[in-house]
């Protein structure tokens, strides 16, 4: 069993940036699939970026370079690095943890996940 927590989110004004942070309890973390999504209002959920247990990173096309995923296992943490931030970045963002990474990278779903932590871009 995982229990994720992430935080970070807030509001900020366009061009800013956010670091959202993801901890993990329980074990094994270093062994899991991590990966960010985000979920708007009316749309579906949709992965952000994912990063392997030994690093290897993927990120959506809509990301373009702004984003940087990063994790810690020895503390049990991902992170979400944003820069570039607009509107269309508004919503929720979960954390997501899985031992299969097929499941994170083409079922956009997971076995483990957060509670979301609410991101606002105002223009």
């Known amino acids: 069993q995982v229990h994720l927590v992430e935080s970070g989110g807030g509001l900020v004004q366009a061009g800013g940036s956010l670091r959202l942070s993801c901890t993990a309890s329980?074990?094994?973390?270093?062994?899991?699939?991590m990966g960010w999504f985000r979920q708007a209002p009316g749309k579906q959920r949709e992965l952000v970026a994912g990063?392997?247990?030994?690093?290897?990173?993927k990120y959506a096309e809509f990301v373009k370079a702004r984003f940087g995923i990063s994790r810690d296992n020895a503390k049990n943490s991902a992170y979400l690095q944003m820069n570039g931030l607009t509107p269309e970045d508004t919503g929720v963002y979960y954390c997501?943890?899985?031992?299969?990474?097929?499941?994170?990278?083409?079922?956009?779903?997971?076995?483990?996940w957060g509670q979301g932590t609410q991101v606002t871009v105002s223009s």
């Open positions: 997501a943890a899985d031992g299969l990474s097929y499941r994170i990278y083409s079922r956009n779903s997971a076995e483990y």
């Open positions: 329980g074990r094994a973390f270093s062994t899991y699939t």
């Open positions: 990063i392997s247990p030994g690093g290897i990173t």
